[in-house]
């Protein structure tokens, strides 16, 4: 491959010290060595940050976790990460929390991707599902749809342009939506806005279940799914209406699910 630019992988963690090796050796032994690891503890009570600070050649950085009014840490998340991409200088990013970790061919795959999809800006591949050695699976539900409504991989499956990233910044940290994590806020604009939406059709990345984890607070059918659920539709009318998009399909469909997802809502 004649084109090897610098690729920063993001780790964003908070309290994952049981997981941290294992997400920093996967960087490390990547097949793709042009990289940079960028670690950023986000306020961490156990020792994470002194894990990582163990590793050689990686870059290693712990900041104040940011006050909010509301409970939930999707934008401590995104903060993190945000914070982590201020201190990178690869052309290629690639997301990664600190309890899911990648395939040795992660990083090649990708640059190969947008070494052949010049004009892409983004490209979420598939995740192997994992909860163990023993037990794990490849999650085949995702596919390149045309409807509007993304169905897309975890954050940790994301890898962007730099300048898309930066580009879109001040869209992806809006306060407003305090429940939306950011694979969903990536999605959402690369799909309307860019109508640049790819899912590669590789596994590359172990998505780690923690049962102890954020997404264990939103079960499907549950108070806080529905809750973000609406906050999800009016982020999506929100992006609609900012950069008049057109021609979507299954409107119909869309203003069923909203209206039944806001009477749920004011029942609850």
Request: with cysteine; aromatic share 16%.
């Amino acid at each position: 491959m004649k084109n090897k630019p610098l690729v920063s992988i993001l780790i964003a963690s908070h309290n994952k010290e049981k997981y941290v090796k294992r997400c920093i050796n996967s960087c490390l032994n990547q097949t793709y060595k042009n990289i940079e690891i960028i670690f950023v503890d986000d306020g961490s009570k156990d020792k994470s940050y002194q894990i990582a600070k163990q590793f050689k050649n990686i870059r290693v950085f712990k900041k104040k976790r940011i006050k909010l009014k509301k409970g939930f840490n999707t934008f401590f998340q995104i903060d993190t990460y945000l914070y982590a991409f201020n201190k990178s200088k690869g052309k290629i990013l690639s997301l990664l929390d600190s309890d899911d970790f990648y395939t040795k061919n992660k990083i090649a795959s990708i640059v190969k991707f947008f070494d052949k999809k010049r004009m892409s800006n983004i490209v979420f591949n598939k995740p192997i599902v994992y909860h163990s050695k023993d037990r794990f699976f490849l999650d085949s539900k995702f596919k390149n749809r045309r409807n509007m409504w993304p169905k897309f991989p975890p954050c940790s499956c994301i890898s962007v342009k730099r300048n898309f990233f930066k580009g879109i910044c001040n869209e992806i940290t809006l306060k407003k939506y305090p429940l939306l994590t950011l694979d969903f806020r990536l999605a959402v604009i690369s799909k309307l806005v860019f109508n640049d939406f790819k899912i590669l059709n590789k596994y590359l990345t172990y998505y780690f279940q923690d049962p102890k984890g954020e997404s264990s607070k939103f079960k499907k059918f549950s108070k806080n799914w529905w809750s973000r659920r609406l906050e999800a539709h009016e982020y999506f009318n929100y992006i609609i209406k900012k950069n008049k998009v057109k021609k979507l399909s299954k409107v119909n469909v869309r203003k069923l699910d909203y209206v039944i997802t806001k009477f749920l809502n004011n029942f609850f």
